[in-house]
């Protein structure tokens, strides 16, 4: 009797897991992070980027899978998104504090770095120039022949701001965000 309840009773629990499991959505394939640009580590953030990794896994990335001269979503998924929590010069332009979603146009010795006012957008399949916030054009870098497996974006102080770090392969790109 008592076997019957313990089996009773673990297949109640395996069965309620399994309905909780199903609740969730599957893991994605490229993980959303945030990367935030701010003083210290207890300091509140001035910028914050939510974006998606997608991994390199063998592939060609910047002129193949990321084509040149075309607008990228820069990231998986989504199109990221940047918050200003202040007012900041990007490029000579002074984008005010608020949302925008990041869009890049990759090339092989510049990209052009886009700030735009849709949000919510999935991917680059709707982006729309005329909501352009600002428009500047970064040279690329090389991170020395260091393969970066998962696109990532990240922050350096500099002086008046803050440099942008995008990288994924073996490419590098700083955008500047100067108060």
Not at 100 to 123: H, Q, V
């Amino acid at each position: 009797m008592k076997i019957k309840m313990i089996a009773v009773l673990v297949l109640g629990i395996v069965f309620n897991l399994s309905d909780l499991q199903a609740q969730f959505a599957p893991i994605q394939k490229s993980p959303t992070d945030i990367a935030y640009a701010k003083a210290d580590r207890r300091a509140a953030p001035t910028i914050k980027v939510i974006y998606s990794r997608p991994m390199k896994k063998g592939r060609d990335i910047f002129g193949s899978l990321v084509p040149f001269d075309k607008v990228w979503r820069t990231g998986a998924d989504e199109a990221t998104e940047v918050k200003l929590f202040q007012d900041y010069k990007v490029g000579d332009k002074l984008v005010k504090a608020g949302t925008y979603s990041l869009f890049t146009i990759p090339g092989e010795k510049e990209w052009t770095i886009i700030l735009n006012s849709a949000l919510d957008e999935w991917g680059h399949y709707s982006y729309d120039e005329s909501k352009d916030v600002a428009r500047i054009k970064v040279p690329v870098a090389s991170t020395s022949n260091k393969e970066v497996e998962a696109f990532g974006i990240g922050f350096k102080a500099v002086d008046k701001g803050y440099h942008m770090l995008l990288g994924w392969d073996t490419t590098l790109v700083e955008v500047p965000f100067y108060n």
